[in-house]
């Protein structure tokens, strides 16, 4: 967990919404010089923020919101701070909740140094990382449509289907084999967005192949070497990652990552694990796709999974394969070179 621990002369929070936002402005006694709710435009916000641009900071929650803000206070050459949201869910509860209060913890965290900081993305990279995401978004639409054909079938107690139906030579006769009307039409709706998935996902990974600028070419030939790792999931760790060097040390990117479970003790005893939700879950389940991807072809990695599998299970087998696979990534990025299959099993 990052602080944000300069020194000011004014503090400003803010709980940020779609169409609002309140306003808390504190000096460097934490007495309020402003408190005001307002709608989100660029011009009211510096507006209010005039008085008190010699030296002021800016910090917002992590939300959806926030681009805009960000852009605004870098074009203006106001520090800005955006603030890592479920860290500051648990720095920040209190009995009551309201936009006024959460402002106001917002601006008395800035100027105690106790704001726990997330990374603000560059603006010019947004775009194409968030075009990554909503193709995930339409890949797990299309896989529960999959899903959904398969559990009806056992739900009636038909055969098996026997091909997989995810290609669309296969999917030929796959309503017919429900004799209840009903279910039939639901069959050939589920078929039908399959296909209209299909269509717009093919569209949506051409149009990135072909116009994502890759800030960093070499790394993205690097992720290409590892075993598995295709055009789309090398550009979607890529994007993801943005800076290898925003990470100390490799325990910090595999975390990040959502990679290892987080230990919880006290007073020398272990409580479990915490923060599961604490990391970049687009990291995660490109890693997880990874380490499914890399077996393909690979008696190398059959042989090691096999191995892991008997001591621990397939899921956690598969999880030990994705860290190790993070790891990897992180060392060829810091050490600018490429995936070399006998250091990967021999470290």
Known sequence: MRFYTK?????????????????????????????????????????AIAPYREDIAVAVECIFTWYWLADLCAKENIPFVLGHALYMKAIHGGKAKNDKIDAHKIAVLLRGGMLPMAYVYPALMRST?????????????????????????SQYNLPEIGKNIAYKANREGVAERFEEPSVRKSMEMDLSLIDH????????????????????????????????????????????????????????????????????????KRHGTSGKKIGN????????????????????????VEKLTSKHGKAKALSILAHKLGRAVYYMLKREKAFAMNQFFGS
């Open 7 to 47: 020194q000011h002369l004014y503090y400003c929070g803010i709980d940020l919404h779609a169409r609002s936002m309140y306003l808390c402005i504190l000096d460097p006694q934490g007495e309020i010089l402003l408190h005001r709710n307002m709608p989100c435009t660029p011009e009211l916000f510096l507006k």
């Open 129 to 153: 990382r968030d075009l990554l995401r909503r193709r995930m978004h339409l890949m797990r639409k299309r896989s529960e449509l999959l899903a959904h054909i398969q559990n009806t079938n």
């Open 197 to 268: 998935y299909d269509k717009l996902l093919t569209e949506v990974e051409l149009y990135i192949t072909q116009t994502a600028k890759v800030h960093d070419v070499n790394a993205f030939h690097r992720l290409r070497s590892v075993p598995g790792i295709g055009k789309i999931l090398a550009l979607v760790v890529l994007f993801e990652i943005h800076d290898i060097n925003r990470f100390p040390t490799v325990q910090d990117f595999v975390s990040y990552a959502r990679l290892v479970k987080c230990a919880k003790e006290s007073a020398g």
């Open 281 to 304: 879950v687009h990291l995660k389940w490109a890693f997880s796709e990874a380490s499914v991807l890399f077996l393909r072809g690979n008696p190398a990695g059959q042989r090691y």
